[in-house]
């Protein structure tokens, strides 16, 4: 119901301005005396107005006493900036950039991507984004710390910090929790030595998954183990084998960092005649359901779809001027069944 009641304030206000009631410049009444006129509480009278915000129509001043209304034929172009990782061996980062696409043009707001390569001039990437003069900045994933203009910045399953302190929003799913969930999935069907691959470059999400696996393996009484991918001899078949030979000696199952090292591992585990689940269960995080060559792989649901719209929902709010919104939050994760886990309880 306070749906329908906010989109009726908002479909007057709009009748009001295309009629030419309220002229440019001039105050409309205040989310106060909306509450009133339209008997509904000052929340939803505050969201209507800050729909005709986001979408150009308004202008929120502060300190002034009310919102100054701007026609959207003055309106300047708003623009959303992306940058960060891109999508390359991994869905992860084409679902997110989908959610954040999705939202943005639904809001009216132009989508510009300004690409982060491993090589890139940083002090020009700053300015290339300083000259498009965006409304907020997204950054998706692990980056370099960039010196970013004083507008919204919300950093996407990344825990380094960018931009003004105030006005940076971190969004990431909950990567602790996913290492719980999985080791809890694990100890249910009665696995208790573990070994959870990790890679030396030391992101700070990934071993956020790595910490919450620890926490929860210390709880159930598993046998977790930690070994850096770099001292893997995945290049060397023979040396694989027999590693791989020894492993299973005294380990049931192997976590890995994602699905890209769970597939890779799977396909090297086939070339060595060592089948999975049936001689070794191996888990990902992050579900990509390209890498579900052999089998779909046991891993972690991320939804980085919603991941993407929430931000761009929560961006919208700030640039609605909303105050008091959480600086940082953690998205739920979900356990994704596949078939890499094999049920070895008596």
């Given amino acids: 119901m306070s749906g329908e009641k906010e989109e009726f304030i908002v479909n007057y206000l709009l009748e009001k301005i295309e009629a030419g009631s309220y002229k440019i410049g001039a105050r409309i009444p205040s989310e106060y005396q909306l509450a009133r006129k339209f008997n509904v509480d000052k929340g939803t009278a505050n969201r209507a107005v800050s729909q005709l915000v986001t979408r150009g129509y308004l202008k929120r001043t502060r300190g002034a006493g009310g919102t100054i209304l701007i026609r959207k034929d003055f309106y300047p172009e708003r623009?959303?900036?992306?940058?960060?990782?891109?999508?390359?061996?991994?869905?992860?980062?084409?679902?997110?950039?989908?959610?954040?696409?999705?939202?943005?043009?639904?809001?009216?707001?132009?989508?510009?991507?300004?690409?982060?390569?491993?090589?890139?001039?940083?002090?020009?990437?700053?300015?290339?984004?300083?000259?498009?003069?965006?409304?907020?900045?997204?950054i998706g994933g692990e980056a370099l710390k960039l010196k970013l203009p004083d507008v919204p910045v919300f950093c996407l399953d990344t825990l380094v910090p960018h931009g003004n302190e105030e006005l940076t929003y971190h969004i990431n799913p909950d990567n602790f929790m996913a290492g719980k969930i999985l080791v809890e999935e694990i100890w249910k069907r009665g696995h208790r030595k573990v070994l959870h691959f990790s890679s030396p470059t030391g992101v700070t999400v990934q071993r956020e998954r790595f910490l919450g696996a620890k926490e929860r393996a210390k709880e159930l009484g598993i046998e977790l183990k930690e070994i850096n991918l770099a001292s893997l001899p995945?290049?060397?078949?023979?040396?694989?084998?027999?590693?791989?030979?020894?492993l299973r000696k005294d380990y049931t199952v192997i976590i890995c960092e994602n699905d890209i090292q769970a597939a890779d591992l799977i396909g090297q585990c086939r070339r060595i005649g060592i089948n999975v689940p049936e001689d070794l269960s191996v888990c990902g995080y992050i579900t990509g359901p390209e890498f579900h060559h052999f089998y779909r792989i046991t891993s972690i649901e991320f939804d980085p779809d919603g991941l993407g719209e929430y931000a761009l929902s929560l961006a919208m709010r700030v640039i609605g001027g909303e105050t008091d919104l959480p600086h940082s939050e953690l998205l739920p994760v979900s356990f994704f069944e596949g078939e890499t886990l094999k049920d070895i309880r008596l």
């Fill in 79 to 138: 623009r959303i900036v992306y940058t960060g990782c891109f999508p390359r061996h991994h869905s992860f980062y084409s679902r997110l950039l989908l959610g954040l696409i999705n939202g943005t043009h639904a809001a009216g707001y132009n989508f510009m991507v300004v690409p982060m390569a491993g090589q890139t001039n940083i002090q020009l990437l700053e300015e290339q984004i300083e000259s498009l003069k965006p409304c907020a900045i997204f």
């Fill in 234 to 246: 995945i290049q060397n078949i023979s040396a694989f084998e027999k590693y791989i030979a020894k």
